[in-house]
């Protein structure tokens, strides 16, 4: 083993021995060298070095011959030589056997280790390193100023092992440690461990030596540390030691992800952490939680202050009587608390400066409110819970932020199981699931229906299920303003200025879960109110530009707006709603269906943001993205908006046929139809779309019922638009239902209204359908004919909409014609443009109709994607193909059971639809029962 000092005498020893490296001026070679290991020195440097002004006339020759020297003394050992590098020479070797680099290295690492003792042995080894005097027998400018500076970070290394000592019980080694340094700390050290020694009276004496000097010879009294062991000395007591922290909740559970969360963020001393969150979450019972199991990394004591912020029974504790209830803990006597803010600050940074405490402040209403309890130093860890995010904090301290989340399911039936048993869940296992879902993952909703249980034992938590259901808020009410969610909620609530209150009113009674960025500044009127919500944790913005209040804020704050707002000022805020999501939706289905534009009424200019869509992908997603919301604030919406329902409706029919949403696009056209008069266009359209979408949930007769309205009020206005939209939905279901003549009648009829109206996208659909129809009959070359007109005008257009149609349709005419290279070719792209377009309709229906063509495993595949989107659509003519298909593929390979099992639910659906390929399955079950037999 090789080691190379300079911490003493210039010195190499290996295996134990030590080398002769000559006479004083090679050693300063050797030195500059190793103070540099791993790094090129300049010749000319090297010669400043060694020799200042006093160079030879020509030590260049006097360097090369030291260096020649050293080079065969180091020759031998290993991982160790002298090289010449760009004009230079380089000292290679491990930096780490070099004494004064593995000494700044355990210095490093003691200063960055939170454990005490480990720290401790780290600064022991390091200055062990030491064997006296740096570069000892050397003489030159730059040794003298390299020596200063490894003297000075020793006596900085030996006050912070000092530090290290008294804080672990060790004075006595401190008393015995030679008192070379001079410094107020030093002394500070030396008169508290004479103190914590049991001699007091020698410890004022030298307190009082110190005093004296400072004054004669800097003119200034004994800084914070000094006077305040001094105070220690006179009151005649050990540094108090606070043990505040409130008794851990007994019935904690979960939160891990959490409590790893705050290990990260107070992993290193002098960190501070906030955890926010709203009302109610448990974020008192986090803190505390962490606080006792982390308590032994703090030895100088837990500090505890609820700042009672948020209180719905008491004012919040002002920052300056819990600064004085900070300073008693420590064990400052009352009548020494200095009386201005400024200066109780100013000790109590004082005495936490050189500590390892914990400080929890509970409840803090702001960042001012906690600002003066900040510790000095950065030695105490300090962790804060608040309603509020506390951004000034975060800003302005670096503080780390824990914003808390409301338990996940299993979490807050573990919760539940803690206070009530798991027994009683399990005895009552639907009134507990419902209980879980109406609490919200809310901790203190939970703990009120504990203590409601504990109070009441045989009542059934049924009837409490039953209490939620009808009225959740006053289920959730103990009595006390402690365990009250109206009366939480409302502290936070009277915290907000007077737009953000208003704005607050707006948004519990919207429509929805979720609503997005745009529509909320619409609603509410500005931006800034939502910024301020969400920094008070009553609104969450997640994800990213879509905001969503708890179900449990948002009945509060519908409460509190039909309490207190004016009816016709939250009509103009609906309006305001209304009005975005009629523009956005236009503009959004103008990028989406650009060639349908008579479907929809031009759109109002909505209040606020404005949309812009750069293509059909963003308002796809766009309108993805809201649909919820809008289906919401449709079918909510009061009697005086019915206009507005309407126009969305005819706004968003093709979106949602296209996209599958079929039981959406029912709900939405109802509430259209039910807000128009009989006999008027807008009743023609509302009824086709409700039978439009009726037909793709297989509800056929009520679609039928629906269409013949429609189709009476075409005739009667004679329009052609609505009639040509109407006798397509009609020739589609006499088609479905096997009446081919009745569906061509229709199908005729539909393209010659289509053609009056001048639209040729209408035309195309007609023509499509048209074709769909003659393939359907067996006329395949027919079929080819209408697809390819139809097919013209939708590249004419370049309508991505109407061409994957014929795609997929043309792959089924060629397939029946045998042309199975153009029939695939043709049906992947559709399935293409189908993927491209998001447009769901098209593809299970494409699925299905390409899996027929295939045998095998291929066909089995692609009639499994066919039956999982029909499956979560509800298209159920779709799902009885794809489990026809699938039964058959089974069938034919032999696998009776799943055969079986596919081919009854395809009779299933086929007899509800009432359709005549009921009776092919039959056919095809006899058989397979046959051989299951």
């Not at 000097?213 to 540094?239: M, T, Y």
């Not at 019935?251 to 955890?275: I, K, N, Q, W, Y």
């Not at 039936?413 to 209980?435: N, S, T, V």
Request: with cysteine; charged share 25%; hydrophobic share 45%.
């Amino acid at each position: 083993m090789v080691e190379l000092r300079v911490l003493g005498t210039v010195e190499v020893v290996a295996g134990g021995t030590r080398l002769d490296v000559g006479h004083a001026r090679q050693r300063d070679v050797l030195a500059v060298l190793l103070l540099d290991v791993g790094r090129a020195v300049p010749v000319d440097r090297l010669i400043d070095r060694v020799w200042g002004e006093r160079a030879p006339r020509q030590p260049r020759n006097a360097l090369y011959a030291y260096v020649s020297r050293l080079r065969g003394l180091l020759a031998p050992l290993d991982g160790v030589a002298i090289e010449r590098d760009r004009g230079g020479y380089v000292l290679v070797a491990d930096p780490l056997t070099v004494d004064v680099h593995r000494f700044e290295d355990l210095l490093r690492r003691a200063r960055a280790t939170a454990d005490d003792p480990a720290a401790l042995a780290l600064y022991d080894e390091a200055l062990g390193l030491w064997r006296g005097e740096p570069f000892s027998g050397l003489d030159s400018p730059w040794v003298d100023g390299v020596r200063g500076e490894l003297e000075r970070k020793r006596e900085a290394a030996e006050l912070d092992r000092d530090d290290l000592r008294l804080r672990t019980g060790a004075h006595a080694e401190v008393l015995t440690r030679p008192n070379a340094a001079s410094g107020e700390r030093a002394a500070a050290q030396r008169i508290e461990a004479l103190h914590l020694d049991g001699r007091p009276a020698d410890a004022l004496r030298e307190y009082e030596r110190v005093r004296a000097r400072l004054a004669d010879e800097l003119g200034a009294d004994p800084g914070p540390r000094l006077r305040g062991v001094h105070e220690r000395i006179l009151r005649g007591g050990q540094p108090a030691v606070p043990r505040q922290l409130p008794a851990a909740p007994p019935s904690f559970t979960g939160r891990a992800g959490e409590l790893a969360a705050l290990d990260r963020l107070l992993a290193a001393p002098g960190a501070v952490a906030v955890v926010s969150g709203a009302g109610g979450l448990g974020k008192t019972w986090l803190a505390v939680r962490w606080a006792a199991g982390n308590a032994s990394r703090f030895p100088d004591g837990q500090l505890y202050a609820d700042l009672r912020g948020f209180d719905p029974a008491r004012e919040p504790v002002p920052a300056e009587r819990a600064l004085r209830g900070l300073l008693g803990a420590l064990g400052v006597a009352p009548a020494s608390i200095p009386p201005e803010p400024d200066a109780q600050a100013a000790l109590y940074r004082s005495l936490t400066a050189q500590r390892r405490l914990l400080v929890l402040l509970d409840n803090a209403r702001d960042t001012a409110h906690v600002t003066p309890l900040l510790p000095g130093g950065s030695s105490c860890s300090v962790l804060i819970t608040s309603r509020h995010e506390l951004g000034g904090l975060l800003t302005t301290h670096g503080a780390g932020a824990l914003p808390l989340r409301t338990l996940a399911e299993p979490e807050a039936r573990d919760l539940l199981a803690h206070k009530l048993g798991a027994a009683r869940l399990a005895a009552e296992p639907e009134a507990a699931g419902e209980i879980l879902r109406r609490c919200g993952g809310l901790s203190l909703a939970l703990a009120i229906i504990a203590a409601r249980v504990t109070a009441q034992p045989d009542r059934p938590l049924a009837a409490l299920a039953g209490e939620l259901r009808e009225s959740r808020l006053d289920a959730l009410d103990t009595g006390e303003l402690s365990a009250n969610l109206r009366a939480v909620f409302e502290v936070s609530y009277r915290c907000l200025d007077a737009g953000a209150a208003t704005a607050f009113r707006l948004l519990g009674p919207a429509p929805g879960g979720v609503i997005g960025r745009a529509a909320a500044t619409a609603l509410v009127g500005n931006a800034r109110a939502l910024r301020v919500l969400c920094a008070a944790n009553l609104l969450a913005e997640d994800p990213p530009g879509r905001f969503r209040m708890h179900d449990l804020v948002k009945l509060y704050a519908g409460e509190l707006a039909a309490a207190t707002d004016d009816p016709g000022a939250r009509l103009a805020a609906s309006t305001r709603l209304f009005d975005h999501y009629l523009g956005w939706a236009s503009a959004a289905m103008d990028r989406f269906s650009p060639h349908e534009p008579y479907l929809r009424e031009p759109a109002p200019c909505p209040v606020g943001p404005q949309p812009d869509f750069a293509d059909a992908g963003a308002a796809r997603a766009w309108l993805d993205a809201e649909r919820a919301a809008m289906l919401a604030a449709a079918t909510r919406a009061p009697a005086e908006l019915a206009g507005h329902v309407v126009r969305l409706s005819a706004t968003l029919w093709r979106y949602l046929e296209v996209a599958a949403f079929y039981h959406d696009a029912v709900a939405l056209h109802s509430a259209a139809l039910a807000a128009t008069r009989p006999g008027t266009p807008e009743r023609g359209f509302a009824a086709r779309a409700v039978g439009t979408a009726l037909i793709r949930l297989g509800r056929y007769d009520e679609a039928a019922g629906h269409l013949e309205q429609a189709l009476s009020v075409a005739v009667e206005r004679g329009d052609d638009l609505l009639e040509s939209m109407v006798r397509n939905a009609f020739a589609t279901i006499a088609d479905l239902r096997g009446h081919r003549a009745a569906a061509r009648e229709h199908l005729g009829l539909a393209l010659a209204a289509a053609r009056r109206t001048g639209h040729a996208l209408l035309e195309g659909i007609a023509l499509c359908n048209t074709g769909e129809h003659h393939r359907w009959c067996g006329d395949h070359d027919a079929a080819v004919g209408y697809l390819r007109r139809s097919g013209r005008i939708a590249l004419d257009l370049g309508s991505a909409g109407l061409g994957g149609p014929v795609l997929a349709a043309l792959g089924g005419a060629y397939a029946g014609l045998g042309r199975s290279e153009e029939a695939d070719d043709h049906f992947r792209r559709a399935l293409e443009f189908a993927k491209t377009g998001g447009d769901t309709n098209l593809e299970v229906s494409a699925l299905n109709e390409f899996a027929a063509t295939k045998t095998g495993d291929e066909a089995i595949e692609l009639y499994q994607r066919a039956l999982a989107l029909a499956e979560r659509t509800g298209h159920l003519r779709e799902r009885a193909v794809a489990h026809h298909g699938l039964g058959t593929a089974r069938r034919a390979a032999g696998r009776h059971a799943e055969a079986k099992a596919h081919l009854e639910a395809a009779l299933a659906a086929y007899t509800e639809l009432g359709i005549p390929e009921a009776d092919e399955v039959r056919r095809l079950l006899d058989p397979v029962t046959s051989v299951r037999g």
